[in-house]
Nanobody, 125 residues
Framework: QSQLVESGGGLVQPGGSLTLSCVAS????????VTWFRQGPGKDREALSC????????AHADHVAGRFTTSRDNHKQTVYLQLHSLTPEDTGVYFC??????????????????WGQGTQVTVSS
């Protein structure tokens, strides 16, 4: 049973935008850093961003920086990933994962303790 639940995925045209959300089903999300990952068709899972529990520190992978932005609202126990200027290469399943901290290894999948089942993003005309 997934501990996190993602939502907000869907079909979007190239150049479009989406906002993904991540909530926790059984624990207090604001105790954890949250990393967003993506797995494209036939590709390995890759880290996109990480945000600290307080939201004061965040990082984005170089190849999405400037297009994707992570944020969180701890009052709503929700972490977001805004996606802009989407291209077909952004197609994939987007996962959020909770970790004790981002740290130097935030890109590693084994840095995460809890995962969601993912939400599909398809960029196509």
């Amino acid at each position: 049973q997934s501990q996190l639940v993602e939502s907000g995925g869907g079909l979007v045209q190239p150049g479009g935008s989406l906002t993904l959300s991540c909530v926790a089903s059984s624990f207090t999300l604001d105790w954890y850093a949250v990393t967003w990952f993506r797995q494209g068709p036939g590709k390995d899972r890759e880290a996109l961003s990480c945000i600290s529990p307080s939201g004061t520190w965040r990082a984005h992978a170089d190849h999405v920086a400037g297009r994707f932005t992570t944020s969180r609202d701890n009052h709503k126990q929700t972490v977001y990933l805004q996606l802009h200027s989407l291209t077909p290469e952004d197609t994939g399943v987007y996962f959020c994962a909770a970790a004790d901290l981002c740290g130097d290894h935030w890109r590693r999948t084994n840095n995460a303790k809890y995962w969601g089942q993912g939400t599909q993003v398809t960029v196509s005309s």
